[in-house]
């Protein structure tokens, strides 16, 4: 079965500030990986996507996101946060025959100014 | 830019009525999904829907839930009868290809309050 762990249910950074929020999956078969976001009163939107090839995926917005097989992880980046920037962030997988979605619990962004 | 819509917006209910979740997926979209949010917990997913019938669901999606595309362009969500922990975020999604990689197109949720 696919799982999804957020480390940091809330992450607070200065504005300009190195934006990193952590994510970890399981899963027996190679996984696609997806970060949503979801500003307030919106529905969730597509950051960016690993399905397979190269492990730095970018995405909207200056985010980034390496895939790491190693550490079965997939965190994402952003050098320089902006204030725009504060939302609830969703990691999520899925896997070839199994289209589902498998949400983590989320990470709710602030950025102080 | 087309966009997934759902109403209403918030829901609210007594226990052991009925309600119905709308959306109107993307219009050439042929996938359709909803999730759910309780409060602090993951996104949860419900089921999924292909070709006016259900192609997977999950063990949440019980027999007091059903799922129906009335007409061309409404995707719905039944509860038959609300439970105090149906309270939550309800999601819709769609997608226009059946590959897992595919972008899932979410709409802005109904809040589904139980008294």
Redesign the interface.
């Known amino acids: 079965a696919q799982s999804v762990t957020q480390l940091g249910s809330h992450v607070s950074v200065s504005e300009g500030a190195l934006v990193l929020l952590r994510c970890n999956y399981s899963s027996s078969v190679p996984p ?1 990986l ?1 970060w ?1 976001v979801q500003y307030p ?6 950051l960016l ?1 690993y ?1 397979t090839g190269a492990t730095l995926v970018k995405g909207i917005n200056g985010f980034e996101a390496e895939f790491k097989k190693s550490e079965t992880s997939f965190h994402l980046t952003k050098p320089s946060a902006h204030m725009s920037d504060a939302a609830e962030y ?1 990691c ?1 997988t ?13 990470t709710r962004l602030t950025i102080i100014p | 830019e087309p966009e997934v819509t759902q109403t209403p917006s918030h829901q609210v209910t007594q226990m052991g009525q009925e309600v119905i979740l709308r959306c109107v997926p993307i219009s050439n979209h042929l996938y359709f999904y909803w999730y759910r949010q309780i409060l602090g917990q993951k996104v949860e997913f419900l089921v999924s829907f292909y070709n006016n019938e259900i192609s997977e669901k999950s063990e949440i999606f019980d027999d007091q839930f059903s799922v129906e595309r009335p007409d061309g362009s409404n995707f719905t969500l039944k509860i038959r009868s609300t439970k105090l922990e149906d309270s939550a975020m309800y999601f819709c999604a769609s997608k226009i290809r059946d590959r897992a990689y595919n972008e899932q197109f979410f709409g802005p949720g109904t809040r589904l309050t139980v008294l």
């Open positions: 696609y997806f949503y009163n919106q529905g969730l939107q597509l996507k399905t969703f999520a899925a896997n070839f025959g199994n289209e589902k979605l498998t949400f983590g619990t989320g």
